[in-house]
Each structure stands twice: as C-alpha cells, then as structure tokens.
C-alpha cells in the first residue's frame, strides 16, 4: 500500500427517512424515526410475531422507470439510485457516447450486500411451483446475486477497474468503503463508487430473524421499537436502503477542483472466529478494528472523538460494543446509535452509518440517539440523546459488525 | 392463419411491456437487436408471451432466426393455431 490519500468527494442515499442524503441527515438531527407498521398482508398469514420494519420513504420506481426497473431487484434499485447520487454530487456525468468523466481503466466499484436478491429467488420460485418453468423470468439470476448492485453501478458509470461486492452480513456496507480505499491505494485505481444496499423485508427473513431472537417485537410502537443501549431494547428493526460514496485519491480529486467531504483516514477489518451469530464476550475483533483504523490513519486513539456505533438495539450486542469502544478508544468519545431512527439496513447500514458520521464531522454536530429512556448501566459512554451535540470533530469511527464474526471499522477525518 | 397487423399490434404491445420500446416504433423491418435494442434476456421474455398470447410454439433454435419483427410476424402467422 502507498500512502495515497483517499478523500470522499460524493455522497448519496435513499432510506427510510428519506430519498437523498439532505432528506436522511435532516430526518436524524430531527429526530425523525423510520419504523413504521408493516401494511403487507402476510404479516397476518403468516401470524409472524413483527410487524414492524424500515420500509424506504420512497418507492425506488419513482425514480426508476418502469422497464428498467422490472429488470432490477429491489437491492439492485437503491444501489442504482444511491451511486446516482454519489456519482452526481461528486460532479461528475453519467457516461455517454461522446466519453467518460472518470476513465473507467481507473474508476472501480465496491458495493457490498448482506444476501442480494433473497425477493426475487422467491417470487421466481412462486413462479416456478404455481406456473412451471417457462414463467421463471430469464433475469432471475442476474436479479438474485449478491454482486448485482454492484455490477449494475458498474455498467452504469463505465468502471473497468473491478467491481467488487462484500458480503460480510451487516458489515457489507463498511466493507465496500474498507475495500474501496485498499484499491486507491494500491493504485488500482484513482476512483472507487462504494457503499451497500439492502432490501429484503420479507416474511421469511422477518421470520428467520424473529426465530433467532434478534428483532424487536415492539408492534404497538414502532416509533420506540428500535433503542440501542436503553435498558428495555428488545431487539433490532429490519429496514431497508442504501448509501454510497465517491472514493477519490486526493490528487485525483485536487486536479479537477473537487469539493471534498473528508478523508477516509484508517480503515480496520478482523474476524471473531468465535460464533456465527454471536460477538465475542470480550469484544476483542471489535477492539482489534478499531485500534488498526487509528494506527493506519497515524492518530492515537484520544483524537477520535465521535463513534456511530453499530449499536442494533440488541441486549448482548449493545453492551457488549460499548465495553469494546471503552477499551480500544476510552471514555471520551460521543457516540451515537442512529439505528434507532433509520432501523437496521443491513448490507445498507455500514455505508449510510459511515456517511452520517462523515456528515458529523464536516457540519460538526452528533445526531441524537432516539428512544434513549434509561441508559443500560452496563454502558459507561457519553451517548448523545434528546437533541443533536454541536461540537468540532477531526476525527470519527463507524462501526460496523455482522453474523459470522465481521468487525470493520471506518475512520473519517477532515480533509 | 391470424391477420398479420394484428399479429404486429399484439407483437409491438409485448415489446413495449418487456423492453420499454414504443409500441409505434415496432415496425416489420426492425431488428429486434440492432434497431430496437432488445438483449437475449428480453426476447426470452417476449417469446414465452407471445406464446400465451398467440397459442403458439417458438422453440430456441427458431426464436434465434427471428431476427426483425416481420420475421417473428410471419412466424407467429405461419405456426399459430
């Protein structure tokens, strides 16, 4: 690895607080929740114990033209849609016959997902069992594989460098921005469009999370359901979205005048190898990521002063990360649990996460951690709650954690 | 045999469905590929639907021959019950 810089230049959204970045970072400093009831029939047919989910703000057809659309599945749509966004707010033109704005030998793609298109895989095998084998569409795979937003973000902006798609369950979307950052400074290339997307509400993953004991069962309420490090957390929310940036190396960036967000300083990715679903009691992958982000980004740990933790809302998990910040950083950061009002975005989280907390540091204000009642006693940090903390940050971690084992964490600083 | 504008009204409004292309545009000298743009995935698509609309057989090794609509217009005409 050189010591290239890698500096953000573009950023771009579409959650259940709103469809765009503004709409998103506007909804988490006005406290604003995601949660709502679940209008979908099967909750009742299926007599599934949540109700509840993140549902976007707005339909990706609003943006996505009929046919196209039909092609994508709904993962592949937010992608398209964030890296839109990103790739416009960075500057730059969408690829056309007169050329490129980004030479696409140099321009890669990192986009990350939890499970892809687990919908469409559905939907087609409802196809295949009620109606046989010639309705089964023949874009069923392409819509079903998890690298799909990826490729088509890819195709879309013209990146030959290589289009990647992590998949590391809940970290995937931290992991696309880790990756992303390796290959500018490995020279690979001076460009990467990165991030995650998620869309797979759905009774069978509603009901495979609700059998592991993972989700809030918070029906009556869901504007309160989601409250990581409050005692009555009683799980997370599945919600659904994307986020994406525009990686740049900084002379690559300097050359064309860019505006420039931040700086993604440190970068750290370990693995548990401890339990599929469980952290480790001691939080030692967690601790190891966080410390190998601020070794490479060459601070120690006192100048970071805000962590966006992964903070799902889950009993073991949330104390188990705040015992884990305590020691790799201390007690001094202020951090921040915006789950609580965006629900879990899954492959989406790391990537929307990591842009609110470069959003924190560039406007210099902490959104506030909704639903935060009682703080757990089991957590000795200074979580903001109530309303926003205005304070000037130069450097920030967001965390990122997924069932396997995967810790990553991502460092931002000011340029 | 099925009157062949019909044929092509029915063709051209599968086309719009599955690729997006106005129904006007579907004319019989296009190219299904290089005029109107419509990748292998799609013609797929319109095949099984033209079979459901127009109770007709189009086996691969035929649909590979279809190369303008006129062709898909005079098969569809030819083999149809």
């Avoid at chain 1, 679903?277 to 190891?288: D, V």
Wanted: charged share 20%; glycine share 12%.
């Amino acid at each position: 690895m050189s010591n290239t810089d890698v500096v953000i230049t573009g950023i771009g959204a579409t959650t259940p607080l709103g469809p765009d970045v503004t709409s998103t970072w506007d909804g988490l400093l006005a406290g604003r929740s995601g949660v709502r009831a679940l209008d979908a029939d099967w909750a009742e047919t299926y007599d599934l114990p949540v109700r509840i989910g993140a549902t976007l703000a707005e339909e990706p057809t609003e943006k996505i033209p009929r046919v196209r659309a039909r092609r994508l599945d709904r993962c592949e749509q937010v992608a398209l849609i964030a890296a839109w966004q990103a790739w416009e707010d960075a500057g730059f033109s969408l690829p056309s016959d007169d050329g490129e704005d980004v030479e696409p030998e140099r321009l890669g793609v990192s986009i990350g997902t939890g499970i892809g298109g687990p919908v469409t895989l559905l939907e087609q095998d409802d196809n295949l069992e009620q109606h046989g084998m010639r309705k089964v569409s023949p874009l069923t795979v392409p819509m079903l594989m998890p690298n799909g937003p990826a490729a088509h973000v890819g195709i879309e902006l013209r990146a030959r460098a290589g289009v990647h798609s992590p998949a590391s369950a809940c970290a995937s979307g931290a992991e696309g921005i880790a990756k992303a950052y390796d290959m500018i400074r490995s020279g690979r290339a001076d460009v990467v469009v990165a991030g995650g997307a998620e869309a797979c509400i759905h009774p069978i993953t509603i009901a495979g999370f609700a059998q592991a004991r993972t989700v809030s069962t918070r029906n009556d309420d869901p504007e309160h359901a989601s409250r990581p490090f409050d005692v009555d957390r009683d799980g997370f929310v599945l919600g659904e979205g994307a986020g994406v940036m525009v990686l740049e190396s900084a002379a690559h960036a300097e050359a064309r005048g860019a505006r420039v967000y931040g700086k993604v300083a440190g970068t750290g990715i370990t693995s548990d190898a401890y339990h599929i679903t469980g952290n480790h009691p001691e939080g030692i992958g967690q601790i190891a990521a966080m410390r190998q982000a601020i070794e490479q980004a060459g601070i120690t740990a006192r100048d970071v002063g805000h962590v966006n933790a992964h903070a799902t809302s889950t009993v073991v998990g949330d104390v188990g990360e705040a015992a884990a910040i305590q020691q790799a950083l201390g007690d001094h950061p202020v951090v921040t649990a915006p789950k609580s009002a965006l629900g879990h975005l899954v492959g989406g989280a790391g990537a929307v996460e990591g842009i609110a907390t470069l959003l924190a540091i560039y406007h210099g204000v902490v959104p506030m951690t909704l639903n935060l009642g009682e703080l757990d006693p089991k957590v000795e940090l200074d979580v903001v709650a109530g309303e926003p903390r205005k304070m000037e940050l130069s450097a920030a971690i967001s965390n990122s954690f997924g069932f396997g084992g995967h810790n990553t964490a991502l460092l931002f600083t000011t340029p | 045999m099925a009157d062949k504008t019909e044929l092509l009204t029915g063709l051209a409004e599968i086309v719009e469905e599955v690729a997006g292309v106005a129904k006007d545009d579907v004319t019989a000298e296009k190219s299904f590929v290089d005029d109107l743009d419509i990748d292998s995935l799609s013609m797929v698509e319109i095949a099984v639907q033209a079979e459901d609309r127009f109770g007709v057989k189009i086996p691969d090794d035929e649909l590979a021959n279809l190369k303008t609509v006129g062709d898909a217009v005079d098969y569809v005409a030819a083999n149809s019950k």
